[in-house]
């Protein structure tokens, strides 16, 4: 596999953009939990080394990329829990995380990258979507780091409010483990209801029901 570059970033600042944005997010098949967007612009000046798309790395190369990229760049994340999924379904969440992102970046974007084929309806900005660009382009590949690093985070935390659900190990994909903890203790809150097994499963879990809020 190819490291990401900032080629792409480098042709539009040639052509008079000056905050390129790329954004990737995470948590899109997950069982439970939200699906976490992340919004990054790169310093061109400081670009940490070993940037690739988060899933080619390891916990720990994350973590130490991670701590890099919130200290050299602009960036931001955007979240949308399970019941805006439920409501909106998961590709509007996954859409209406990317806008929050956005919005809430300390530097406006003029252009922005994301990965994927779909582009968000919601932006101003010139927009293009570019499949696989967590692997070819350095700041959706940022993006997908702090993504994926700001939700693994978010699910270890609930892991201390529904131990018996497993998160720290799963972060809510639907792992057999987490399945099974499913059939013996039926949903809680950070659980899809929209989602297959979900669908199927009372309305009421068999566990208390706790009040949970995000963090960045």
Request: with cysteine; net charge neutral; proline share 7%.
């Given at each position: ?16 953009y000056a905050a390129i944005a790329g ?40 973590e130490r990329l ?151």
């Open positions: 596999m190819t490291s990401p570059t900032f080629e792409r970033e480098n042709h539009l600042l040639t052509r008079g954004i990737d997010e995470v948590g899109r098949g997950c069982l439970a939990g939200p699906v976490v967007a992340a919004a990054v612009i790169l310093n061109p000046l400081s670009i940490p080394e070993g940037l690739k798309d988060s899933k080619a790395l390891t916990a720990l190369q994350r991670y701590t890099q990229l919130v200290d050299q760049c602009s960036w931001a994340v955007g979240f949308s829990d399970a019941s805006q999924i439920d409501d909106i379904n998961i590709r509007q969440a996954t859409f209406l995380a990317m806008d929050e992102a956005v919005k809430t970046l300390p530097t406006a974007p003029d252009y922005i990258l994301v990965d994927g084929c779909d582009i968000p309806p919601r932006f101003t900005q010139p927009i293009e979507a570019i499949v696989k660009g967590d692997q070819c382009v350095a700041s959706i590949a940022a993006a997908s780091i702090i993504a994926k690093v700001t939700r693994d985070r978010w699910m270890y935390a609930q892991d201390k409010n529904y131990p018996m659900y497993g998160f720290a190990q799963h972060v809510g994909y639907g792992t057999p483990a987490h399945r099974a903890a499913l059939q013996k203790w039926g949903p809680c809150p950070l659980h899809r209801r929209s989602f297959s097994p979900l669908r199927q499963m009372p309305e009421n879990g068999r566990i208390c029901h706790k009040k949970l809020t995000f963090f960045s």
